[in-house]
């Protein structure tokens, strides 16, 4: 016993400790003598052996010490009391009750000093953790999450009205912009990379290629961090070293020299239009290359005809796009029919002239026809409805394809204004301009060039694609003026 205390002082010396630090307990510290049983290992609760007593009133204020629950100097310092707010710092239950009353009356809503400071505090990166993400609108009609929200997805780089990337070295080209604002663009561009780099940072989809386009956007040395990816980067700081106005610039919508033209005046160069160019990037083939992949990958296909041009407008290479994917068809116009044509007898005879046609991909499983107008919206939800209700089965995107000038632009600007709000009265003869679409319709043939992307939410898609030119067709051949006269519009 003396060798293993001995044992114990050596270690203690080396560890620091001497007799200096030794504390003896008195006889007296301890009040009972140790038992036996208190060594014996058992761990079990020993309340289960405790009856209760039924003569002892548990209410009674005997049983308790009612000063636990009494307001008072004598109390405060007891760790036993209860405090339910006092009346002395305006916190008890009156006061909360006449508070909220008084912002009943007044329509209002009071907020704790310490909440408030705890909202102002916290910062948008924190919100966005939390779930939270900016409203576009927060004053306007867009509020409310109930409403299904479309949103036309942009590239600083890209014509969002025709999908052409942007350049400014040859005007006879689509794309066409100034130097001056392809420069802004550009610049704009490199902003939305550094943002979209960083949003993937904030998922486990971080890679090399990432890493690298994270240095030469950022300017970092040395590799980027984990830390450094969770940085708010300060686009307003980037974009004053720009010499940009962000503010300025998201007020105006920027789209290239050829969408100006036909948005405006319904007019462009003969060079500029698909058919009459011998642009590459205006050819036929090169649409036919953009739509070749949809086949090989599931999507719901919207192809759109026209009813009053139907062997015309029907594509036909619609079954080696589509492959054995759903096809919907839109049959555009149907605002134009007598009353005394009804929507089963119009389907019915679509069915038959695609047959006639020799187009077999309607027969695929989930294939419909539906009546739509792109002009009025007739129609458009129940094809919604159809094409949405297929994408999320087959977790895919819709894809929109059809024959030049069949109206699928129209059809994609009738969906984005679906987000606003319809203006009371009339609209006055000088304001067209500010209800043009977002995307470049025209009586001519071949106006979007590459896919335009709308976020249908929910991780959902719907693309506009290059209209084909069908061979044999005679409105290629018009021009401007002498399509307006030969389209009907009513």
Not at 20 to 38: G, I, L, P, Q, V
Not at 334 to 362: C, F, H
Request: net charge negative.
């Amino acid at each position: 016993m003396d060798k293993l205390a001995q044992a114990f002082d050596d270690l203690a010396r080396k560890e620091g400790f001497d007799s200096t630090m030794a504390h003896y307990a008195d006889d007296a510290t301890f009040e009972d003598d140790f038992e036996d049983d208190d060594f014996d290992g058992d761990d079990d609760d020993d309340d289960d052996d405790i009856v209760p007593d039924p003569d002892v009133d548990l209410l009674d204020s005997d049983s308790f010490d009612i000063t636990d629950f009494m307001e008072g100097e004598e109390s405060a310092d007891d760790p036993d009391f209860l405090d339910f707010g006092s009346s002395s710092d305006g916190n008890d239950m009156e006061a909360r009750i006449a508070a909220a009353q008084n912002d009943m009356d007044l329509g209002q809503l009071s907020i704790p000093k310490d909440l408030d400071k705890y909202a102002s505090d916290i910062s948008p990166k924190n919100l966005r953790q939390l779930g939270f993400r900016p409203e576009l609108n927060p004053f306007g009609n867009d509020e409310s999450p109930r409403r299904e929200q479309f949103k036309l997805v942009t590239d600083a780089t890209i014509c969002s009205a025709c999908g052409a990337d942007f350049q400014s070295h040859n005007e006879q080209r689509p794309g066409y912009l100034p130097p001056e604002k392809h420069e802004v663009q550009v610049q704009l561009g490199k902003i939305e990379d550094v943002q979209r780099l960083q949003n993937k940072a904030e998922t486990a989809e971080w890679t090399p290629d990432d890493e690298i386009n994270w240095l030469l956007q950022t300017g970092s040395g040395g590799g980027a961090t984990e830390a450094d990816r969770d940085t708010e980067l300060d686009v307003d700081a980037m974009a004053r070293d720009m010499g940009l106005d962000l503010v300025e610039l998201a007020q105006k919508t920027v789209i290239c020299k050829r969408c100006h033209g036909l948005q405006n005046f319904g007019k462009v160069d003969d060079q500029l239009r698909p058919g009459w160019t011998k642009e590459p990037l205006l050819s036929q083939a090169k649409f036919r290359e953009l739509l070749r992949p949809i086949r090989d990958k599931p999507a719901v296909i919207v192809a759109l005809v026209d009813i009053f041009d139907f062997s015309g407008s029907v594509l036909p290479e619609l079954d080696s796009i589509a492959g054995d994917n759903p096809v919907i068809i839109a049959a555009n116009k149907a605002d134009l029919l007598t009353s005394k044509m009804g929507p089963q007898r119009v389907e019915n005879w679509v069915r038959r002239e695609l047959e006639y046609l020799g187009i077999t991909s309607l027969a695929n499983v989930g294939g419909a026809v539906r009546l739509v107008s792109c002009k009025t919206g007739i129609g458009v939800d129940s094809l919604l409805a159809k094409a949405r209700g297929l994408a999320d089965k087959m977790d895919c995107d819709v894809y929109i394809v059809g024959a030049a000038n069949a109206g699928k632009s129209s059809l994609l600007n009738n969906i984005l204004t679906r987000n606003e709000a319809k203006a009371p009265g009339k609209r006055r003869a000088g304001n067209a301009n500010g209800n043009k679409g977002a995307v470049t319709t025209s009586p001519l043939p071949g106006t979007t060039l590459k896919f335009i992307k709308v976020d249908l939410g929910g991780g959902r898609n719907l693309y506009d694609t290059p209209g084909l030119l069908v061979p044999g067709t005679v409105t290629q051949l018009l021009t401007p003026d002498e399509l307006k006269m030969v389209v009907p519009k009513k």
